[in-house]
């Protein structure tokens, strides 16, 4: 069965940086976009960004604009999130999640065919 696991999480400074990655199974990879979400406590799931099949196409939120950078190894299975400059507004949980449609890089959750178990991400003042 498909599986997306999601590792690289923790406690980090503000200031600080953290690099997750996504190892996926169960599915041919290299056709499926990726995608990075985040859920704070007692709030909505967010986009954080995507990237399309090729690395080609990426798309991000404007609150993670010029500080995170997504980024994926075909070869490895593997898509990342390069989190660099945390705020203590980034804390959450972060998943990745993989569409089907290889080309789509939205923020529209059902998109997103399957998704990981999330990272824990606390960033502290």
């Known amino acids: 069965q498909v599986q997306l696991v999601e590792s690289g999480g923790g406690l980090v400074q503000a200031g600080g940086s953290l690099r997750l990655s996504c190892a996926a199974s169960?599915?041919?990879?290299?056709?499926?976009?990726m995608g990075w979400f985040r859920q704070a406590p007692g709030k909505e799931r967010e986009f954080v960004s995507a990237?399309?099949?090729?690395?080609?196409?990426?798309n991000y939120a404007d609150s993670v604009k010029g500080r995170f950078t997504i980024s994926r190894d075909n070869a490895k299975n593997t898509a990342y999130l390069q989190m660099n400059s945390l705020k203590p507004e980034d804390t959450a949980v972060y998943y990745c999640?993989?569409?089907?449609?290889?080309?789509?890089?939205?923020?529209?959750?059902?998109?997103?065919?399957?998704w990981g178990q999330g990272t824990q991400v606390t960033v502290s003042s």
């Open positions: 999640a993989a569409a089907q449609g290889g080309n789509y890089i939205g923020n529209h959750p059902p998109m997103y065919n399957y």
């Open positions: 169960g599915l041919t990879f290299s056709t499926y976009a």
């Open positions: 990237i399309s099949w090729s690395g080609y196409t990426t």
